[in-house]
């Protein structure tokens, strides 16, 4: 069945749950299959995004009493859900797929895919946390984040569905691998990726708000609101790590903390300079956005990390540029295969190992953590 045949009711922008949202979205999915598609959401390489699962019980635990302030604020703003509906076509999409230069459509299509993993990752995780967890605070929250998420997922596939692609969410949720994190792990790193996709969707739209005419695709367009969602994602998650002082202050967790921050950091510039054509087409110098997108997520880490990156230290940059480089000849040399190909292959891991370590160790800014973690969007 079609969305456009469909009152708005059943749509999963209007979904209150993340398990209805799916339920909406796979419900569309009977014309088109897109075995590709769902196959690329399918990898699990360095660069792909994964799906986690972790000690649920550790994490039901948690006791959110030395925030509960904040922590009640931000669940009735989330409860108020001021974006629902927001996942929706209007008569604003005007998607032209017929007229994009196939390699720019090709690009596109590869970011959307990509996307719509990494809001499904999430998705997966914080719905099993609500479905495994007992204590209210934090299977409240975590609903709250996965009906947010489905929301996104399904609107990407909306978008991929136009060019005769879907991601099949479902598939995807029993047969994707699943990559095991201890829970501080999964806090680090879903902070961080939420932080980060906030500064990416916003970066983003203010930069289309200055050149509207580099709009190629109206999703674009959703971008405001969206960031939204996930910079309240990333609130819930600082004030979690805002109740266990010692994830942020033992040496031990710190180095984690700086090691999540460089890998998180690298994986994107390596995976945004794959997309030149996309950049390009938005007018977007690549180079630049990597840097303003990591000094918007580390201006918001400031809330809950002591130390921040340091991405103007000289050996900032050049090693980012070497890891991208060791990343291209790995992908080459898969593709080569035989002794040749495996040699190459070494060799560029082993590149991409040294720049790094290089990155990582360089010094980190040290400051001072506020006593509240509450932010608000300031971009
Ligand atoms: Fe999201
Ligand atoms: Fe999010």
């Keep these: 069945m079609n969305a456009h045949t469909k009152s708005d009711a059943a749509h999963s922008a209007f979904a209150d749950t993340a398990e209805e949202a799916i339920a909406l979205q796979e419900a569309q999915g009977d014309l088109m299959t897109s075995d590709k598609a769902t196959e690329q959401a399918m990898q699990n390489t360095l660069l792909t995004p994964r799906f986690y699962t972790t000690d649920f019980a550790e994490m039901d635990a948690l006791d959110v009493t030395p925030v509960r302030k904040d922590w009640d604020d931000l669940i009735a703003e989330m409860k108020s859900d001021p974006n629902k509906g927001h996942f929706?076509?209007?008569?604003?999409?005007?998607?032209?797929?017929e007229g994009m230069e196939p390699k720019l459509k090709a690009e596109f299509i590869d970011f959307l895919i990509s996307s719509c993993t990494a809001e499904f990752s999430g998705c997966v995780l914080y719905k099993e946390m609500k479905r495994r967890g007992s204590n209210t605070d934090i299977t409240t929250l975590f609903q709250l984040m996965a009906r947010d998420e489905a929301r996104h997922a399904g609107f990407i596939n909306d978008a991929l569905r136009e060019a005769g692609i879907r991601v099949n969410l479902g598939f995807l949720t029993q047969?994707?691998?699943?990559?095991?994190?201890r829970p501080k792990f999964i806090y680090y790193a879903t902070y961080l990726s939420e932080k980060i996709g906030y500064a990416r969707y916003i970066t983003i739209f203010r930069h289309l708000e200055q050149h509207p005419d580099k709009q190629f695709h109206p999703i674009f367009g959703w971008f405001r609101e969206w960031c939204n969602d996930e910079f309240r994602h990333g609130?819930?998650?600082?004030?979690?790590?805002k109740t266990e002082p010692k994830l942020t202050e033992t040496s031990m967790n710190k180095l984690w903390i700086?090691?999540?921050?460089?890998?998180?950091y690298s994986t994107m510039w390596?995976?945004?300079h794959q997309r030149p054509l996309f950049h390009e087409a938005l007018g977007v110098d690549v180079t630049w956005y990597g840097q303003e997108v990591f000094r918007k997520t580390s201006e918001g880490t400031k809330q809950i990390f002591p130390f921040t990156l340091d991405i103007d230290h000289p050996r900032w940059r050049p090693n980012l540029d070497r890891m991208e480089a060791a990343s291209r000849q790995i992908a080459a040399a898969k593709e080569r295969g035989g002794l040749c190909g495996f040699i190459s292959r070494v060799s560029g891991m082993a590149k991409a190992a040294i720049a790094f370590v290089s990155v990582f160790t360089i010094p980190a800014i040290q400051h001072v953590v506020p006593e509240s973690t509450r932010m608000e969007p300031t971009y």
């Design 270 to 272: 390596v995976r945004d």
């Design 175 to 181: 047969q994707k691998k699943y990559t095991y994190f």
């Design 258 to 264: 700086k090691f999540f921050l460089t890998a998180v």
């Design 235 to 241: 609130e819930a998650f600082a004030l979690l790590i």
């Design 88 to 97: 929706k076509k209007t008569d604003e999409w005007n998607a032209d797929w």
